[in-house]
């Protein structure tokens, strides 16, 4: 198969999933990204949200929106014009705003969006951002993608889209698995071996397009006319966090991104 980042060709696998290995992972020797092979069928309906009360401070979800929000806080400076692009529930937008931000959300879901919109009384438009085009575009200060790129076959189109939306010297908040965290390559390393196979659900189907470490994901960065600001992998567990911040081997990785002027 040919790499979706670099159009490299003839791809080695690298792992499987599912209890027949059906599901195959290819990573390009260029560029390092991991594209599925997407012949063998995606689920992205799992990830499919309800609308969760924004203020519901029990909610694992709400959780990890405030601590993006204080990620935000440490690293960029506002407040400005904020679009977030697939807001969920409207939190970090909410809490955003009460920072001071302008801010505005971009959603496929009707329903989450006239959620948003009566709930915490915040602008959100139905659109397909890759397909999206603002009517003052470029005029963002900050745009955030929180585990929407991971999602999306075609990660240049999407940088790409981000970088229309932001002003010269903008910045975006993007959050996204990290493929070569410790426990991701143990896991890998015990499958391979067959010390261990994980039993998969009756009608499994992987839900990501393509998987990123650091360097295939700053080679996207350098396709796409952005410069890595911050890097650092993240966890929801205090301790975790400590150390994943600082040793980057976690498997979530949370980024800032600077949109090169010129």
Known sequence: MKCRLCDHDGLPLYYTQGNRDEFRFHRCPVCKLVNYDLAGGIDQEKYALEYVDPFDETVKS???QTLSHQFLKAHIRGPGRLLEIGCGNGRLLHLAR???WT???LELSPFLAESVNQRLGIEVEVANFLEYRSPDGGQYDLVLLRHVLEHLPDCRGALN???SLLREGGRALLEFPNIEALDLRFQRWMRKTG?????????YRPGHCNEFCRES??????ATGFELVVWETYSYR?????IFNRLHIGNKARV???KKCG
């Open 103 to 105: 801010v505005r959300g």
């Open 161 to 163: 889209s981000i970088g």
């Open 256 to 258: 800032i991104l600077r």
């Open 98 to 100: 009460q920072d001071g």
């Open 195 to 203: 010390l261990h196979r994980r039993k998969y659900p009756e009608g």
């Open 238 to 242: 205090p301790v975790s966090n400590f």
């Open 62 to 64: 709400n959780r990890a």
């Open 217 to 222: 994901f700053e080679y996207l960065l350098n």
